[in-house]
């Protein structure tokens, strides 16, 4: 970065407190130690049910709780009684079976101590740790399953050693399976995995003693062993098609309650204000985008008006390289939600991160489209605020491909300052709220009212990504890129590649420039501008159908826009 004497501008106390999430570089690596951050959920989710994913992680805290104080419970009175009946240890019994009795008891005891303790730290876990929730499921049934797996062993050894009769199992180890079944939310698959895995442990243990042991041995006939497999087999059946029946009728409630005439097919990403899916709806089999905020999200009413008022502001829109919203809603629940168009296509950040720099020509295309829709909003009092490659969406719409769509209006803000007081809020809540590699100098510096020349600013600092693909100025501090946008000169982008028309870099050093006064005053003015340049005719909608439908592009399962 650029060293410069200027005096450095002095930030408000709201930007000395940003909180780090609002400072995220969008094209940096995930921070795979945030058990938030998950990349895969980012993608298409394959599948046709809906990723509840807020609701199972809430869900799953409560039944794990639940589970782990009915095994507590019930493992504690056994061992209460073993203590006051089984207590008393006939000197008649061989040594090595009241050796293994005293190990049994201590087992039994760190048994229940270690449920105890895991049921009193799932009722101060975050619902959100995920990870650390299906340690503790593992630690609450793995215990489990290794008392109940030395238990038999000692029942089936003592019974066929002292009085050559075979043990009944079967029953501790459907108790450990319908507990899992009934409690814990899970998909039939990895039902399939953990119940299959925890029925295997007594199978496998009934026909190793068969083999090695030969009292057991002796004990054991074929029908007993037998019968008691097939127990243990049919009651793990029933319990993973209880388990998929539980969850699918979870799913019908999600859907039916929740979200009314639209049906959730696939998770599409998920943002600071919600989740968004690809949906249907159920009269018009349309597919749409809905876009949802969950209640415990909406308990927050800050968090609420914000989301009504991106819903408000995109609904304003009606250009072609906008979003278009069709319903807005809420649920009994209080779930609120609103179905926009679904996009295929890629955003620009991916499309530079996968497939390099963007030809001059292209960029200009997609550029342009852009303005236009920038044009509409300023025209109706709205600035977007968040200008992003992430929030450039190149869509196929109608049979043409690279249709620049304009998304999220979330931040969006009038350009004439509103004399409602919880409005007012809402606008200093949210001004210096934006991405910091695209922010423009009055953003950062928060000491001027940000208005449409600010777009400008975000949009040269695209243009400049979409060129070079990095932004105007990289830091591994957010603040140092916030104080580079307000004080640092530019980077010429010729000097980072040099086939760059000087024309265009012109274009983009303008909107770049410090000052507003000293930008392009209108969208319009600079959409003229990027019409001028040498290369704008280069690209068009033959140029964007043959690249799309080039061997390796993704033409033929585009990614939908994660709104």
């Known amino acids: 970065m650029n060293s410069s004497s200027a005096t450095p501008p002095k930030f408000s106390p709201l930007e000395a407190t940003l909180d780090a999430s609002l400072l995220h570089d969008p094209h ?61 240890v006939s000197p008649k019994l061989d040594p090595s079976i009241v050796q293994s009795l005293s190990f049994l008891f201590w087992v039994h005891v760190a048994h229940v101590t270690l449920v105890g303790a895991s049921s009193v730290v799932l ?39 002292l009085h050559g009769a075979p043990a009944r199992i079967s029953g501790m180890w459907l108790f450990l399976i319908f507990t899992y079944a009934i409690f814990i939310p899970n998909t039939w698959f990895r039902a399939v995995q953990v119940i299959g895995g925890i029925a295997a442990l007594p199978i496998g243990l009934i026909v190793w003693l068969d083999l090695t042991h030969q009292h057991v041995y002796n004990a054991m006939t074929m029908k007993f ?56 709806h159920q009269l018009l089999k349309r597919d749409c985008a809905v876009k949802l905020i969950r209640p415990e999200q909406a308990g927050d009413p800050k968090a609420l008006a914000r989301f009504e008022r991106e819903v408000r502001a995109t609904a304003k829109l009606s250009h072609w390289n906008s979003v278009e919203v069709y319903d807005y809603g809420r649920t009994e629940d209080g779930t609120f939600y609103y179905a926009m168009e679904y996009l295929p296509g890629m955003s620009v950040a991916d499309l530079v991160d996968k497939y390099g720099p963007m030809p001059p020509s292209r960029a200009i295309y997609l550029l342009r489209q852009t303005c236009d829709a920038l044009a509409e909003a300023h025209a109706l009092g709205l600035i977007h605020r968040d200008i992003k490659p992430a929030n450039i969406f190149s869509a196929q719409r109608g049979g043409v491909y690279d249709v620049a769509k304009l998304l999220d209006f979330g931040l969006a803000k009038p350009l004439v300052r509103s004399t409602n007081a919880d409005e007012s809020q809402l606008t200093q809540e949210g001004a210096i709220t934006g991405s910091p590699l695209y922010m423009s100098p009055e953003q950062a510096v928060g000491e001027t009212e940000p208005d449409s020349r600010s777009d400008i600013y975000a949009l040269g600092a695209v243009a400049y990504f979409m060129l070079t693909g990095r932004p105007p100025f990289v830091d591994d501090k957010p603040l140092k890129i916030l104080f580079a946008h307000a004080r640092d000169p530019v980077t010429p982008p010729s000097e980072l590649r040099a086939d760059v028309p000087a024309d265009l870099e012109a274009v983009i050093l303008r909107c770049l420039e410090k000052r507003p006064g000293d930008r392009y005053q209108s969208v319009s003015a600079l959409e003229e501008a990027l019409g001028e340049c040498e290369s704008a005719d280069g690209w068009n909608r033959l140029d964007a159908n043959a690249w799309w439908r080039q061997p390796g592009r993704p033409s033929s399962t585009l990614t939908p826009a994660a709104v």
């Open 28 to 88: 940096a690596p995930a921070d795979v130690s945030d058990p938030s951050v998950d990349p895969k959920r980012m993608a298409m989710v394959r599948g046709s049910t809906p990723q509840l994913s807020g609701e199972t992680h809430g869900l799953l805290r409560s039944r794990l709780r639940a589970a782990a104080l009915a095994i507590f419970v019930g493992s504690g009175l056994f061992l209460l009684a073993g203590l006051f009946t089984g207590g008393q």
């Open 123 to 161: 009722m101060y876990m975050c619902p959100q740790c995920m990870v650390k929730m299906r340690t503790i499921e593992g630690i609450v049934f793995g215990s489990t399953a290794i008392y109940f797996l030395l238990a038999s062993h000692a029942e089936l050894v003592w019974l066929a050693t």
């Open 225 to 280: 062993m037998g019968f008691e497999v097939l127990t243990i087999l049919t009651g793990a059946g029933i319990a993973v098609f209880g388990t998929h029946v539980i969850n699918a009728l979870r799913t019908k409630a999600f859907e039916a309650q929740q979200l009314g005439q639209y049906k959730l097919r696939q998770l599409i990403g998920r943002g600071g204000m919600g989740e968004v899916y690809l949906a249907e």
